[in-house]
């Protein structure tokens, strides 16, 4: 099964089938953000933490200069700015100078009064714009549906003029699905538990067993996630829930295992106890030692001792 399996494999759990025809010639990008957004939204358990993870993954996954998200106040018939991330981001989850769009005006406004799309490739010729922080070219904003009606758009401006694809137009509509299924889930109270078939884990399994990422030294929480195409803090979880352990642990068990077969194979016999250590993973003898010891209950040397008595 390849990586992009058990992505697909993942995602068609959140996405219907007809969601993910699209992909097309993209589809290792796409697979690979959606999937980071998914696992970045897992752990969010109100509607604040889903919209500022939502316009920085924006920014960060998809390489933008501006994402904001608005929420429709329907009985006062306007969208307030509730998460961004770019000029108008003041860190701390605060948002400078917000503003406020009244329902059916400026870009944003139809959007949500229509519930249709919109990608401007010159904003200085659609006379619906409404400035905001600064002067841009071109803008993209996409509706979120929750139970058929819209309750917010994503938004997001930038300075060239026609920047935004039509494989921006996709991706937005996904993460808007996302986003309004995760604020489902929120408002349902509903927790969506880790399983032991859970695809992520097992890609995880699969991508340490098969490329034998363990053997190097210098591998962190962070470069496994970036390699799954999924958020840290998801990785973690996983590996402490369904693995009953922590990272460091679970990558020194695989260690361990090679070493211990090592250290009893013939093809093996004229290392020493120390290189083979290395050889696994680890950074130094002591550390080897003592996960050895922790792990088997004896020390490498009377390990390989046993093999030959």
């Known amino acids: 099964m390849t990586t992009n399996d058990f992505r697909v494999s993942g995602l068609n759990r959140i996405f219907k089938e007809e969601d993910l025809l699209e992909i097309g010639q993209n589809h290792v990008r796409v697979l690979g953000i959606l999937s980071y957004f998914a696992t970045s939204l897992f752990d969010k358990s109100s509607t604040e933490e889903v919209l500022w993870d939502i316009t920085e993954n924006c920014i960060s996954q998809l390489g933008l200069e501006d994402c904001v998200v608005y929420l429709l106040d329907k009985k006062q018939e306007k969208l307030i700015q509730k998460a961004t991330f770019g ?164 990558i020194n068990r695989f260690r361990i295992e090679e070493a211990a077969r090592c250290l009893r194979h013939r093809d093996f016999a004229h290392y020493t106890v120390e290189s083979i250590g290395y050889e696994v993973g680890f950074r130094s003898r002591s550390s080897f030692y003592s996960a050895f010891r922790k792990q088997t209950g004896m020390s490498p040397a009377q390990w390989r001792k046993t093999s030959s008595s």
């Not at 309004?180 to 880790?194: D, E, G, Q, S, V």
């Not at 859970?198 to 098969?210: A, K």
């Open 87 to 250: 000029n108008k981001n003041l860190g701390k989850r605060s948002i400078y100078n917000p503003i406020v769009i009244p329902y059916g005006k400026g870009i944003v406004g139809t959007v949500a009064m229509t519930g249709k799309p919109l990608k401007i490739g010159d904003v200085r010729l659609d006379k619906r714009y409404i400035l905001d922080d600064m002067q841009r070219q071109s803008e993209l904003a996409v509706p979120i549906f929750l139970d058929g009606k819209v309750i917010g758009v994503i938004d997001s401006e930038h300075s060239e003029t026609a920047f935004y694809t039509d494989h921006h137009l996709y991706l937005f509509e996904l993460i808007a699905e996302l986003t309004a299924k995760k604020l489902r889930h929120i408002l349902n109270r509903n927790k969506t538990p880790f399983t032991n078939d859970n695809v992520y884990y097992r890609q995880f399994l699969h991508l340490i067993g098969e490329e034998k990422l363990y053997r190097d030294e210098q591998l962190s929480l962070n470069d496994v996630a970036n390699r799954l195409h999924i958020s840290a803090n998801y990785l973690s979880q996983l590996v402490n829930v369904l693995g009953k352990t922590s990272f460091p642990e679970l």
